[in-house]
């Protein structure tokens, strides 16, 4: 019936649902979906209320097992180190191989990575890998190497570089079928917290920065009931939710102003409300040709059949524009983030 868009008569079954309390997974399902319904008839207080009993749910179920702040103490310790004014750059020497650096797409959550990935991956040439492993264990072992020690990062060995760059590979190779001629690129949103590592390792790569209203990203990560790890764990209420947004965005700016990085930003309501000047500029970043099948990109998503993020059941139909400003109708929840998003709204010229 949801699926239907038959939201009452989807509530009126919900309601009446008595489950197991000790079912978590059964009982966040009910209380996402009724408030997603609730939203979508206008009902935005009683969708509040939901969503936050959705999240309570997942946050009881998982606080002895994540911690929030061991991620927000891995932003930091990244910002502390790359805002110094001692820092000013890597020296940009290029360990040559038979790999080409890779392109990232980074963001943070809800910022329409997955819709631009699909739109991508509609593309002849190019391949998008979806959320895996790569830049994860990479960074694991480049800090075996450093002993955690950013300070070790300009001086590393090329041999160690090397042995870096190629961990990557092989570990990329495991999840595509790697051919000639195609442009691989890997999509995890907040590998944006790597950026710096990762432009050591990799310094010809790209970086395809995803970037959607502040408001409206935050907002969604909130409806969301994502598969609890610490990064996730700062999403069960607003105020986290901003803090970590403004931490991510700090960083950012930092990378920003002291790394060469070759990045291009591209908008959300950009792509939804102007989808061929918008793609067409990211493709010219891409060194790509248009290929008519990019317009056409939820049948490459139906074809794909379930998507592993958030955004599966929304990306397999043409562009919408209903997600565009929906953070306006819990405008009240907002008054004490506000300083903070305005800021962001006026860095990214929302």
């Known amino acids: 019936e949801y699926r239907k868009s038959n939201y009452q008569k989807t509530i009126n079954i919900f309601e009446k649902l008595e489950l197991d309390p000790k079912d978590m997974s059964k009982n966040v399902t009910k209380y996402n979906t009724l408030a997603k319904c609730y939203d979508h008839l206008g009902m935005f207080d009683e969708a509040f209320k939901s969503f936050k009993i959705s999240n309570t ?76 492993p790569t830049v994860e264990k990479l960074i694991n072992q480049l800090h075996v190497y450093t002993n955690n020690d950013f300070m070790k990062l300009n001086g590393l060995d090329e041999n160690i570089t090397h042995k870096l760059r190629s961990l990557y590979f092989e570990t990329r190779d495991k999840f595509v079928s790697y051919k000639t001629g195609k442009i691989y690129i890997d999509k995890l ?124 059941n929304q990306i397999n139909k043409p562009l919408y524009t209903n997600s565009v400003g929906r953070w306006k109708n819990y405008k009240k929840y907002f008054e004490k983030i506000d300083p903070i998003l305005k800021k962001w709204n006026s860095k990214f010229n929302y």
Not at 59 to 67: G, L, R, S, W, Y
Not at 68 to 83: G, Q, V
């Open 57 to 132: 749910i997942i946050h009881d179920a998982f606080v002895k097992k994540v911690d929030k702040k061991r991620y927000i103490k891995l932003i930091e310790k990244r910002f502390n180190f790359f805002s110094k004014t001692t820092f000013k750059n890597f020296s940009n020497k290029i360990t040559e191989d038979k790999n080409t650096d890779p392109i990232f797409l980074v963001g943070f959550p809800r910022s329409g990575t997955t819709l631009l990935d699909t739109i991508l991956r509609s593309h002849s040439a190019i391949e998008v890998l979806e959320e895996k």
């Open 189 to 312: 949103p907040l590998n944006i917290v790597y950026i710096g590592e990762l432009i050591k390792i990799f310094p010809n790569s790209k970086f395809i920065l995803s970037l959607r209203n502040p408001y409206d990203s935050v907002m969604s990560c909130f409806m969301q009931p994502f598969i609890p790890n610490d990064a996730m764990a700062n999403f069960y209420n607003l105020p986290d939710t901003c803090k970590l947004y403004d931490l991510v965005f700090r960083l950012w700016t930092q990378y920003e102003e002291k790394l060469d990085i070759k990045f291009h930003k591209i908008k959300y309501e950009e792509i939804v409300e102007n989808f061929d000047t918008s793609i067409l500029n990211l493709l010219n970043f891409l060194n790509l040709e248009w290929d008519n099948k990019l317009k056409e990109f939820y049948k490459t998503a139906k074809n794909r059949g379930i998507i592993n993020t958030p955004s599966y």
